[in-house]
């Protein structure tokens, strides 16, 4: 089945600068993948995703490259701000005629200092 | 516009009791899908309901049952609770079972066993 590993564990950036947190997978057939923002006591929010026949994606100060070749994806936030702290998870799927499953990666927590 | 939302918030059981978890998808989405997520790790698929058939299965024993309703609700049922059920229960809803259709996911409920 598919893998989905993800770094860094921890992020700590200074409000402004800009977060990377990169993800690799397994299944070569995965052809989507979401980026979901979790803050504490919620659950996970879609914040951006991308399908396998692009290479990259921009939403306001969020993006999304993917790498099929390397099998390997990251998501980069510009000019963090302290509401962008939360815990990052990518993940992984194979679109099929029916029954998806995500396969999600580990995690980043993210903290945007002041 | 409602979103994904669930049934209890919070839940403490005992080990070898059952518990029932329940969720309401986004309006508009006829697609339920269930994951748990243990503290400080990534959420990991149990299982998807569509047409109230499941159409795919994670890595979960038989404990773990569900039904969907034909209002698109769907219930999580777990029999003999084990110490390590204790996690957040989250459904996802999206519409339609297959392609490349977003999850969107409620705030889950916390289920403790003591």
């Known amino acids: 089945g598919e893998n989905v590993e993800q770094h860094p564990s921890t992020l700590s950036v200074q409000e402004g600068d800009s977060a990377v947190i990169k993800c690799t997978y397994s299944?070569?057939?995965?052809?989507?993948f979401p980026w979901y923002k979790q803050e504490l006591g919620k659950g996970p929010q879609l914040i951006i995703d991308?399908?396998?026949?692009?290479g990259e994606k921009k939403d306001q100060r969020i993006a999304v490259t993917l790498n099929k070749t390397a099998k390997h994806f990251s998501l980069h936030i510009t000019e963090t701000q302290p509401e962008d702290s939360a815990v990052y998870f990518c993940?992984?799927?194979?679109?099929?005629?029916?029954?998806?499953?995500?396969?999600f990666g580990g995690g980043t927590r993210l903290m945007v200092k002041p | 516009d409602a979103g994904v939302t669930q049934s209890p918030t919070h839940l403490i059981k005992t080990r070898g009791q059952q518990v029932t978890l329940r969720c309401s998808p986004k309006?508009?989405?006829?697609?339920v899908s269930w994951y748990q997520q243990a503290l400080g790790q990534g959420p990991q698929f149990i299982f998807q309901?569509?047409?109230?058939?499941?159409?795919q299965r994670g890595n979960f024993p038989d404990r773990f049952s569900g039904h969907q309703f034909p209002n698109y609700s769907s219930e999580l049922n777990v029999n003999a609770l084990l110490l390590g059920d204790s996690a957040l229960y989250l459904c996802?809803?999206?519409?339609?079972?297959?392609?490349?259709?977003?999850?969107?996911f409620g705030d889950g409920t916390r289920l403790s066993i003591l």
């Open positions: 996802a809803s999206s519409l339609g079972s297959g392609g490349f259709q977003p999850q969107h």
């Open positions: 991308i399908r396998s026949n692009v």
């Open positions: 309006s508009g989405h006829d697609t």
């Open positions: 993940a992984a799927l194979r679109a099929l005629n029916a029954g998806n499953m995500l396969t």
């Open positions: 299944d070569s057939a995965s052809n989507y």
């Open positions: 309901y569509y047409e109230e058939e499941e159409r």
